[in-house]
């Protein structure tokens, strides 16, 4: 049997270790191919709050799921003391003592093998493939190859993978900016956003691609046109243009969601404040995003604020929150009575847009027999006067 096997920290797994293994079993013909995060890495420690072993595990699976043969073993993680790869090597030879054994490094790895525990041992026993890791390394490694041949008998056989020049500690790095999604196979950041690893910040396209499928097409116009506005918004008025692009994009994620539905996400997050009547099912929609926002694409407190209060406002509102509720009110779409006259000021004076636009929305609900929301007047009562009234 033909087996190989790819370790590492897979803090987070991504596409240059996809693209390896997977043209690795290809061109060795493998049986099987192992993927096994570490536990204790013994060359490097692992970063203060990041992801735990289990959340490393189910994020190699993600990763690595549709290549044939594949399996992600988690005997490091289930031993104790450091993950020597020596001791990894040892059990999968006792499995099947006869057959071939491939272990798959980057150049990296590959450079510093014999020094590792038991190297020696394990240059005379492993058959091993490097594959490059930056543009230009193939030359490095084949006469490292040929050196190791030399001094060890070492079997060898350099993967012709494309080099995709991203390691994981960069993409952390990345990912805390606001970027690196590219990088990451859609499950594996998908997985890091909802559970807020890395101190991530949502990619606006990346999180876009994920949150569509949860609007109507009919709604799609909209959410673009409040994407727009608000990153202009807060372009002029000196606001984080991730945050407010991250909070456009999901404002009105869970609108199309059953009422049921909607009270679940509430509940499940817990610290919703909002007391469900028939009467403000309108609004509804706000809270229930904010939860699923958080729960479900792991956005920071400001963005579930903004999006939380994006439909009735509230007394003392941030100014992430006046941006959003603005954006969803005069995005280019919006025909209202008056939207024009709100656009242009917004420009100049965003409590005051925000003041008329309050009043506005307060007048067609009344015009139109519906009960506005309690915390809509109060938005409205603060900004004239500075406090709600007692």
């Known amino acids: 049997m033909r087996r190989g096997f790819l370790g590492g920290t897979f803090n987070p797994p991504h596409l240059g270790h996809v693209q390896a293994a997977a043209e690795a079993a290809k061109e060795l013909e493998l049986d099987a191919l192992y993927l096994i995060p570490a536990g204790i890495p013994p060359h490097k420690e692992l970063p ?69 525990r038991r190297g020696d041992w394990l240059m005379r026993t492993l058959r091993v493939a490097p594959y490059p890791r930056k543009a230009g390394e193939e030359e490095r490694i084949d006469a490292l190859a040929e050196a190791y041949r030399r001094e060890f008998g070492t079997t060898i056989r350099r993967i012709g993978v494309q080099p995709l020049e991203v390691s994981s500690t960069s993409l952390r790095v990345l990912l805390r900016k606001g970027k690196g999604a590219a990088l990451l196979p859609k499950e594996v950041y998908r997985f890091i956003l909802k559970n807020r690893l890395y101190d991530v910040r949502p990619e606006p396209d990346a999180l876009w691609e994920l949150a ?12 673009l046109g409040c994407r727009e506005t608000a990153v202009n918004l807060a372009e002029r008025w000196g606001a984080d243009t991730l945050d407010a692009e991250n909070a456009a994009i999901l404002h009105d994620i869970t609108k199309k969601m059953p009422v049921e539905e909607q009270l679940q996400y509430c509940e499940k997050r817990g610290n919703i404040n909002f007391s469900y009547r028939p009467e403000y099912e309108e609004a509804l929609h706000a809270f229930s995003g904010a939860a699923a926002a958080a729960l479900e694409f792991g956005v920071s407190p400001e963005v579930e ?19 959003i509720w ?25 409590d005051e847009a925000l003041r008329r ?27 004239c006067r500075g406090e709600v009234d007692s």
């Open 357 to 383: 636009a309050l009043e506005s929305s307060l007048r067609h609900l009344e015009e139109n027999g519906r009960t506005p929301h309690p915390a809509t007047r109060e938005a409205l009562a603060f900004l």
């Open 48 to 116: 203060e709050g990041g992801a735990t072993g289990e959340q490393r595990l189910e994020m190699t699976r993600l990763a690595f799921d549709g290549i044939p043969g594949l399996q992600v073993l988690d005997w490091e993680l289930r031993r104790k003391g450091k993950s020597y790869t020596a001791d990894t090597v040892e059990a999968l030879r006792t499995e099947d003592p006869e057959g071939e054994l491939w272990m798959l490094c980057g150049t990296d790895m590959f450079e510093t093998l014999p020094d590792w």
């Open 305 to 323: 604020s903004a999006v939380r209060w994006h439909t009735t406002g509230r007394a003392d509102m941030s100014l992430l929150e006046k941006i």
């Open 212 to 223: 569509r499928p949860w609007y109507k097409k009919s709604r799609i116009p909209h959410v």
């Open 326 to 350: 603005l954006a969803d009110y005069i995005e280019p779409n919006r025909t209202t009575p008056g939207v024009d006259e709100i656009r242009r000021l917004a420009e100049s004076d965003l």
